[in-house]
C-alpha cells in the first residue's frame, strides 16, 4: 500500500470514530440535560442541543457516503440517501417538539392533547426515527459494498467507533422502545456481513464499522431481554428522567 492511500484509509478511520462519539453526544446528552433552556425557560437544555442534531448528523452521514466508497454516488444513491434524511429529520422534529410538550401534558394524564402528544412522542417518531437512521447506514454500507476501497487495511480504528456506535445504539433503541422494529434490521446487517462481506472484508472499513456496532447492539439487547424479562426503558426503570 502507497503512502497515499495508506493516509486516506487512517482519514476514513478517524472519521469514523468521530462519527460514533458526536453521534452518542447528540443522542444520549439530551436525555440528560433537564435544566431550564435561559432563552425559554420551558424548553431544557437538551432540546435546544437536539435543535441542531440533523445539522450535524445529516453532513455526517452524508461525509459517510461520499468518503468511503468511489465514484461521487449516482442519482439514485443521492435520491435515496435524501428520501431517509426526510424521514429521519420528520421524525426528529415530531419527537423534539411533542417531548418537550409532553412534558406539560402531564398535568392533564387523561385529556386527548395528552393522547396524541404521547402518541407522536413515543410511537410514531420513534419509528419515523429509526427508519431513517437505519436506512442511512444501509445505503452507505450498500454503496461501498457495491464500491469497495481500493487498497485494503486491517481492523482499525473504525472497530473502536464501531464500539461507540454500538452502545449508543442500544440505549437509543431500549429508551425509544423500538426493539421489534430495530432487531431484525440488526440482525439482517450482521448476517449480512458475515456471508456477502467476507471476500472484499479488509477493503469495507464502512461495513466493519457498522457490522461491529451493530453486532455489539445485538449481544446488549439480548443480555438486557433476558436480565429484565423483557425490554423496560432507562426512563422507567428511573436511571434517566
Given at each position: 500500500m502507497?503512502?497515499?492511500?495508506?493516509?486516506?484509509?487512517?482519514?476514513?478511520?478517524?472519521?469514523?470514530?468521530?462519527?460514533?462519539?458526536v453521534?452518542?453526544?447528540?443522542?444520549?446528552?439530551?436525555?440528560?440535560?433537564?435544566?431550564?433552556f435561559?432563552?425559554?425557560?420551558?424548553?431544557?437544555?437538551?432540546?435546544?442541543?437536539?435543535?441542531?442534531?440533523?445539522?450535524?448528523?445529516?453532513?455526517?452521514?452524508?461525509?459517510?457516503?461520499?468518503?468511503?466508497?468511489?465514484?461521487?454516488?449516482?442519482?439514485?444513491?443521492?435520491l435515496?440517501?435524501?428520501?431517509?434524511?426526510i424521514?429521519?429529520?420528520?421524525?426528529?422534529?415530531?419527537?423534539?417538539?411533542?417531548?418537550?410538550?409532553?412534558r406539560?401534558?402531564k398535568?392533564?394524564?387523561d385529556?386527548?392533547?395528552?393522547?396524541?402528544?404521547?402518541?407522536?412522542?413515543?410511537?410514531?417518531?420513534?419509528?419515523?426515527?429509526?427508519?431513517?437512521?437505519?436506512?442511512?447506514?444501509g445505503?452507505?454500507?450498500y454503496?461501498q459494498?457495491?464500491?469497495?476501497?481500493?487498497?485494503?487495511?486491517?481492523?482499525?480504528?473504525?472497530?473502536?467507533?464501531?464500539?461507540?456506535?454500538?452502545?449508543t445504539?442500544?440505549?437509543?433503541?431500549?429508551?425509544?422502545?423500538?426493539?421489534?422494529?430495530?432487531?431484525?434490521?440488526?440482525?439482517?446487517?450482521?448476517?449480512?456481513?458475515?456471508?456477502?462481506?467476507k471476500?472484499?472484508?479488509?477493503?469495507?472499513?464502512?461495513?466493519?464499522?457498522?457490522?461491529?456496532?451493530?453486532?455489539?447492539?445485538?449481544?446488549?439487547?439480548?443480555?438486557w431481554?433476558?436480565?429484565?424479562?423483557?425490554?423496560?426503558?432507562?426512563?422507567?426503570?428511573?436511571?434517566?428522567?
Amino acid at each position: 500500500m502507497d503512502l497515499k492511500a495508506q493516509t486516506k484509509i487512517e482519514r476514513l478511520d478517524w472519521l469514523l470514530v468521530i462519527f460514533a462519539i458526536v453521534y452518542a453526544l447528540l443522542i444520549i446528552a439530551p436525555a440528560l440535560l433537564s435544566q431550564e433552556f435561559m432563552l425559554m425557560p420551558l424548553m431544557t437544555q437538551g432540546d435546544a442541543l437536539d435543535l441542531i442534531a440533523p445539522l450535524i448528523l445529516v453532513p455526517g452521514y452524508w461525509l459517510l457516503l461520499k468518503t468511503g466508497a468511489k465514484p461521487a454516488p449516482s442519482q439514485k444513491e443521492i435520491l435515496i440517501f435524501l428520501l431517509f434524511v426526510i424521514i429521519w429529520v420528520e421524525g426528529h422534529g415530531m419527537h423534539l417538539a411533542s417531548n418537550s410538550i409532553a412534558r406539560l401534558a402531564k398535568e392533564i394524564p387523561d385529556g386527548q392533547t395528552a393522547i396524541l402528544t404521547n402518541f407522536y412522542d413515543e410511537k410514531l417518531s420513534h419509528y419515523l426515527w429509526h427508519i431513517g437512521l437505519f436506512g442511512l447506514s444501509g445505503t452507505v454500507i450498500y454503496r461501498q459494498w457495491q464500491n469497495p476501497t481500493a487498497d485494503s487495511s486491517p481492523w482499525g480504528y473504525e472497530v473502536l467507533g464501531g464500539i461507540i456506535h454500538g452502545v449508543t445504539c442500544f440505549i437509543d433503541v431500549v429508551e425509544s422502545a423500538t426493539v421489534y422494529l430495530s432487531f431484525p434490521w440488526l440482525l439482517a446487517i450482521v448476517l449480512f456481513g458475515l456471508f456477502k462481506g467476507k471476500k472484499p472484508w479488509q477493503r469495507q472499513p464502512m461495513l466493519r464499522f457498522f457490522w461491529t456496532a451493530y453486532l455489539l447492539a445485538i449481544l446488549l439487547l439480548l443480555a438486557w431481554g433476558i436480565y429484565w424479562g423483557g425490554f423496560p426503558e432507562f426512563s422507567q426503570l428511573g436511571i434517566i428522567d
